[in-house]
Structures are given as C-alpha cells and as structure tokens.
C-alpha cells in the first residue's frame, strides 16, 4: 500500500494488534494479554468466510520484532503443545510520495491453507482502503487548528 502520508502515521495502525479490527475484518478481536517476556503479547479472533462457510481461529501473538521499519507478530502459545506457526510482517518504508507497506503473512499449517489463501486475497482490497482512510483521518486530525 502507497499512502500520502509519513511512514509513522502508517506504523500507529500495524504495530499494534488491538488496532487491526478497525481494518482488517478477518482479525474479528485482538485484545492486549501483557507481556511475554518483555514483549507485549495479544489474544486474536480471525475469522475467514468464504461464502456460507466460515472458519475462526483463536492465536496468541506475540511482537517479537519492532525497529524503525519492521514489526513481525508470531504466534507462540502457552499450553505446551506444537502449533503451526503463523508470523505477520509489516514493513512501513519512506518514500517520495510519503510510504509504502508492505505486509506479509506466513502460515505453516495445512488446515487453513486454501481457504486462508482466498479470505486474504478478498480482504486486501476493503484492507486497504480502510486502513487509507483511517490514516488519512489521523493527518487530518493532526493538522486541526
């Protein structure tokens, strides 16, 4: 995604995860846990429909990366079993225009696979520009009298 907008009024909306309902409409809840190990943690609600079928799954993430441009979430449970991994990556970069976002998503299991695959390339779309607008208010917000 390309925004008009400095790369910090971009990262408010993907650093972090209690953010992401109010733009992506497959994370239904993330609602803060704490810390882990120095590093905050949320508990997420996605919800996939892809037609008359729906499908939820309930993560415990954790940032274990946030720098100047990166900020990587992984999935790491607290009940001792082995899970699939899930890791979401947003890169905010500067560019002449203002920045550019790019996110990635990364699942190790079989069980969502083609069904993920779908619900993400129908949601991008909406994601976007929702996420657009909500940075776009916040710069207008900022330049308020």
């Known amino acids: 995604m390309d925004a008009p907008c400095p790369p910090a009024a971009v990262r408010v909306w ?24 120095g590093r905050p943690a949320w508990s997420v609600d996605l919800t996939g429909r892809l037609g008359p079928l729906a499908r939820s799954k309930r993560l415990r ?6 720098d100047d441009t990166t900020t990587v979430f992984e999935r790491v449970e607290a009940d001792g079993r082995h899970h699939a991994p899930w890791v979401l990556t947003a890169q905010v970069t500067a560019t002449a225009a203002g920045s550019h976002l790019t996110m990635r998503l990364h699942y190790g299991g079989a069980l969502w696979g083609p069904v993920l695959e779908r619900v993400l390339r129908d949601e ?22």
Request: glycine share 8%.
């Open 14 to 37: 993907v650093d972090d995860l209690d953010r992401y309902p109010r733009w992506l409409t497959i994370v239904t809840r993330a609602e803060p846990l704490g810390d882990v190990d």
């Open 61 to 66: 993430m954790v940032r274990t990366r946030h």
């Open 124 to 145: 991008i779309e909406g994601a976007t520009a929702r996420l657009l607008g909500l940075v776009g208010a916040q710069d207008d917000e900022a330049q308020a009298p």
